[in-house]
C-alpha cells in the first residue's frame, strides 16, 4: 500500500513540474514575442494582437476581469494573460489594479473606445455579408427625446423616403451631454464644450414660460414676476443638475425674484408640455420647437421673454468617420434641414 502511495505521489510530482516547466516557457515565449515587437518602430497588423484586444475590450467595458471573461466566455486567467501581454507590449499600464476596484489609465481610457469602435465595425460588416446584406450596416444615431418627438420624426421620415438603402438605428435617452453608449453619430443638448469631436450647431435653443390658455388668462392684469410667484413651476430635470436648474437659471437671466422650490419635475421638455396642455402649471419650452403648438393655440407665451439660456443642439461625431460616405451625406443633409427650420418665424406672445 505505501509503495502505491508513493508511486502515485511521484508521478504526481512529475505531472506537476512538467505543468510547471510548460508554463513558464509560454511565460517566456509570450514575453519574448510582446519584447520583439515592442522592439520594432511602428506596431503594425502583422503584430497585433486580436485576442489580447478583444479581452481588453471585455475587461475595459465591464471594469472587471470576472465580467470580461463572462463576456467572452474564458477563463479569469486567460483574460488576465492577455491583458497582460498587451500591455507589455505597449509598454504602458491600461488598468489601475487595487483590492476594491479596477479603473482605466489614461492609456487605456484613449485606447478602449477606439478598439471597440473597430471591433463593432468587423462584427457589423461581418453580419451584413453574411445576412447578403452588402448595402452597408446601420448607422447608430442618437437624438434626445424630445427633439426627437417635436422635430425629428417628420426629418427621419423625409430622410428614409429620399435615402431607402441608409439604415439608421435611432435610438433616445434622457440625458444631457452624449449618451453612454456607442454611436456613430448623436445629437447632444448640452452647453457649448470641446472635445475631440467634430462639433455642429444644429439649434440654438431660445426659451420662454408656456402654458395652457387657462393658465395663461390668469396672468391678465398681472406683472410678469406676479404671474410666475402665483403659477406652478413645472421643471425640467437635467442629469446631474439641481431640479430647478433652468428656472433659477432664466429668472436670474431676466432679473426676477422668484421662488423655485416646489412643483413638478419632468425628466423631459415634452412630458412637460404635455402636462401643462392637459393639466396646470408653467414650463421653460424652447418657442421654436413648440411653435405649432403655439400656433395652434394649445400652448401660449403670455409674456414676450425669449432668452438664449446657453443649451442648444450639437451633432457630434468623430472625425475620421466622415470617410464613411453616409454618415458625410447624412451630416450634410442634417445641417441643411436645421437651417431651413430656422428660416420660419418665431411665435409671438399673446396680446
Not at 256 to 283: C, E, K, R, S
Request: glycine fraction near 6%; proline fraction near 4%.
Amino acid at each position: 500500500m505505501g509503495q502505491i502511495r508513493d508511486r502515485i505521489k511521484s508521478h504526481f510530482r512529475i505531472a506537476l513540474c512538467q505543468n510547471v516547466g510548460l508554463w513558464c516557457q509560454r511565460k517566456i515565449a509570450l514575453r519574448r514575442k510582446a519584447e520583439t515587437i515592442s522592439n520594432r518602430s511602428t506596431i503594425n497588423r502583422r503584430w497585433l494582437p486580436l485576442n489580447a484586444l478583444r479581452a481588453f475590450e471585455a475587461v475595459g467595458q465591464n471594469l472587471s476581469f470576472t465580467g470580461g471573461a463572462s463576456a467572452l466566455s474564458v477563463s479569469q486567467s486567460a483574460m488576465s494573460r492577455h491583458v497582460g501581454g498587451l500591455e507589455e507590449l505597449l509598454g504602458k499600464q491600461l488598468f489601475v489594479r487595487d483590492a476594491s476596484r479596477l479603473s482605466l489609465t489614461a492609456a487605456g481610457e484613449e485606447l478602449l473606445p477606439v478598439v471597440s469602435k473597430c471591433l463593432d465595425r468587423l462584427e457589423q460588416t461581418m453580419n451584413s455579408i453574411r445576412d447578403d446584406e452588402v448595402t452597408g450596416r446601420s448607422l447608430r444615431l442618437h437624438v434626445p427625446p424630445s427633439l426627437l418627438q417635436q422635430l425629428f420624426l417628420p426629418m427621419l421620415r423625409d430622410f428614409h423616403a429620399e435615402h431607402p438603402d441608409i439604415r439608421l438605428d435611432v435610438s433616445s435617452a434622457h440625458v444631457t451631454g452624449l449618451p453612454s453608449t456607442d454611436f456613430d453619430m448623436a445629437i447632444a443638448y448640452d452647453r457649448p464644450n470641446v472635445d475631440d469631436r467634430i462639433t455642429d450647431l444644429l439649434w440654438m435653443v431660445r426659451v420662454a414660460p408656456l402654458c395652457s390658455p387657462a393658465v395663461a388668462f390668469n396672468a391678465t392684469g398681472k406683472s410678469f414676476e406676479a404671474f410666475l410667484q402665483s403659477e406652478e413651476l413645472l421643471h425640467i430635470k437635467l442629469d446631474g443638475e439641481p431640479r430647478d436648474l433652468l428656472w433659477t437659471a432664466y429668472l436670474r437671466q431676466s432679473q426676477l425674484a422668484v421662488t423655485t422650490h416646489g412643483g413638478l419635475a419632468f425628466d423631459t421638455t415634452i412630458a412637460a408640455a404635455q402636462y401643462a396642455m392637459a393639466a396646470n402649471g408653467v414650463f421653460l419650452g424652447d418657442i421654436d420647437m413648440f411653435a405649432q403648438e403655439i400656433a395652434d393655440g394649445r400652448l401660449v407665451m403670455p409674456y414676450d421673454a425669449v432668452i438664449e439660456d446657453g443649451y442648444g443642439y450639437y451633432l457630434k461625431l468623430h472625425a475620421d468617420d466622415l470617410s464613411d460616405p453616409a454618415i458625410s451625406m447624412f451630416r450634410s443633409w442634417l445641417i441643411s434641414r436645421f437651417g431651413a427650420l430656422r428660416q420660419v418665424p418665431s411665435p409671438r406672445a399673446q396680446g
